[in-house]
């Protein structure tokens, strides 16, 4: 009877999982079209790379580019480019693909979500997952980015990945952790911040369980990793700009950047550009993020009381948190008093740091599902208040230096509200 039982509520399970992505899948194909229009240059660094890859020549493209884009989402592109060199062909077939890596994105937290707290209603843990991968800005940039999607999946990946290594110590696990670690770096340079998170997570775990063994599993992948990275940089640097290098879009440009001009000026820019993109956080994801960090400052304490390893891993995903936060602020903050760079969003532009909302929106659903108390929401509204008003301050006098030019600022609420495709800044 038991057995029966455990059987009919396995089926169940596995009909609702396929019926969310199914659900997920229309809802990404029907609305993703509506960023279709929207063309980047980023684009064609992706396209670039693809092409050399499948043997052709597309030097006269990128020999003069001063960006620099990453070579990871390539690979996906090269399998449609060996086909066929029709680049509307492989631009479709990447939004097909973006809408599959949400439907992976949906499993992964409902993965994560059965880890975290296997004590909530798992159809209510399937729901909090379906809202990740539904999440606005997702679906948006599935058109218009086509890397952040896939870069936001091999994120979640990854933080599963350690998790069940730390809780089973299978080297299997802890591999596959280093090899995607590596691999996010080598989607989009900007994910540093969570090498740099995992290198710590490592030398933690190997110091607390006097295990020095599990630190090398992890790190000896992500070494391989960057080194053949670097060595396909090399290679697109020789094939596509004749060995010459990238002026923009590198860490040598955004540390080049930051050297020249540390002064006041500079700090209360990243001060404003912290409270910018935080409050980005907040809105983008209706306060969920907000509810996100303070779950995982809670579990981190807790896990830490309670001696036990899986505090590594909080401890990995708060750092990262962290790291990917300051290379998006590296990455926009202006270096020179208001004007330079004729962008009203300049502040609030938090794209950069998108690829680890995932995480935060996904604890902040779970947090919910066990109750906030009111004195954490009092705080949570209170912060949330605090940002609006900074950000309304700092924008409004950014935006009055400006010569006209504007670019769009909360890309993660036009998808729904904005069916036109046009969008508002803060006036």
Known sequence: MDRRIL???????????????????????????????????????????????????????????????????????????????????????????????????????YMLAKQIVPDVNRY???????????????????????????????????????????????????????????????IHNRA?????????AAVAWGI?????????????????????????????????KNGTSYTMNTYGAYTKKLGKNIHFYTFISIMKCVMGECWYALIGTFG????????????TCQSWKDRDDVVVWYMFLIFMILGTLAVSVLGTMPSAPMGETGRYDIYIYGRYWEMVFGVLILFGLLECCKGVGRGELINIILGSLFLCVMVEFITKAYQGNMNGHWWSIPAVLTTFFYPEREFLILN
């Open 124 to 186: 209510l843990l399937l729901l909090c997952s379906t809202a990740v991968s539904l999440y606005s800005s997702y679906i948006f940039q599935g058109a218009v980015m086509l890397a952040e999607i896939y870069l936001c999946f091999f994120v979640l990946l990854g933080v599963f990945c350690l998790l069940q290594y730390i809780k089973t110590d299978r080297y299997v696990w802890g591999l596959l952790s280093g090899c995607l670690v590596g691999y996010m770096y080598i």
């Open 208 to 240: 607390k369980s006097k295990n020095w063994k599990r630190t090398v599993i992890m790190l000896i992948p992500l070494l391989i990793m960057l080194l053949l990275n670097h060595g396909i940089v090399q290679y697109l640097n020789a094939h596509e």
């Open 192 to 200: 540093v911040g969570i090498v740099i998170a995992f290198v710590i």
């Open 7 to 109: 059987g009919k509520c396995f089926r169940e399970e596995k009909t609702m999982i396929i019926v969310a992505l199914l659900f997920c899948f229309a809802v990404h194909m029907l609305l993703i079209k509506q960023g279709v229009n929207w063309y980047c240059v980023d684009i064609d660094g992706y396209l670039c790379h693809a092409a050399t890859f499948s043997g052709r020549d597309w030097s006269g493209v990128f020999s003069h580019a001063k960006r620099f884009y990453s070579w990871g989402y390539s690979v996906l592109l090269t399998i449609p480019m060996i086909l066929t060199g029709n680049t509307t062909i492989v631009y479709y077939f990447a939004i097909v693909c973006n809408a599959i890596f949400c439907c992976g994105i949906l499993i992964v937290c």
């Open 288 to 299: 969920m993020a907000g509810v996100g960090v303070y779950s995982m400052i809670k579990k």
